[in-house]
């Protein structure tokens, strides 16, 4: 059986170069992209690829219900991959977490938004590439507002093997984030 693990290193939340700047493009690179996204099948690893998986693109105001500036993180525990979802404005295709809670412990639901007290859906948890189309290629750095971030080739590389695999659009994998010391 199919399963997707996040192994975060404690060091991705050390994402600010300079800790007395602002959040901001040139000061939250730091660390990123050192975190593990990992399918298995049971025991046997499939794939293996570096992610950022910390909100490091945590500029502006927050949110009512935001307590971190990097809150919309996915917290460590279960989730759910929903695989091949509609790729909106994103490169490549794209998969959705669903059924998990972020940082802030507040839900991520089974369309991979939370909704507001007032009714309202915001943000959305994916798993996606660093494709630029303004430049038309990766950018240097991941930039993650709660997503997965994988670089274009390992997104490719990733969902080869899914299809190989037999998982087809809306399947769902089981997921975990573990965070390591």
Request: aromatic letters at 10%.
């Amino acid at each position: 059986m199919l399963k997707l693990q996040i192994w975060r290193r404690q060091q991705s939340y050390d994402f600010k170069a300079d800790p007395g700047k602002p959040d901001g493009f040139d000061n939250n690179w730091k660390n990123n992209s050192i975190d593990l996204l990992v399918l298995l099948d049971g025991s046997a690893i499939l794939f293996q690829c570096h992610a950022q998986t910390v909100a490091n693109y945590c500029f502006g105001d927050m949110t009512p219900g935001d307590n971190l500036p990097h809150g919309d993180t996915v917290a460590a525990g279960e989730f759910t991959l929903k695989c091949f979802v509609e790729p909106r404005a994103f490169h490549g295709e794209i998969h959705a977490i669903t059924k998990s809670k972020d940082l802030d412990g507040q839900p991520i639901d089974r369309t991979a938004m939370q909704t507001t007290a007032g009714g309202f859906q915001n943000g959305r948890w994916l798993v996606h590439d660093r494709y630029s189309f303004k430049l038309g290629k990766d950018t240097n750095y991941a930039w993650s507002a709660g997503c997965f971030i994988l670089s274009s080739n390992d997104l490719a590389r990733l969902n080869a093997i899914l299809k190989n695999e037999g998982v087809k659009a809306g399947d769902e994998i089981s997921g975990e984030v573990i965070e390591e010391e």
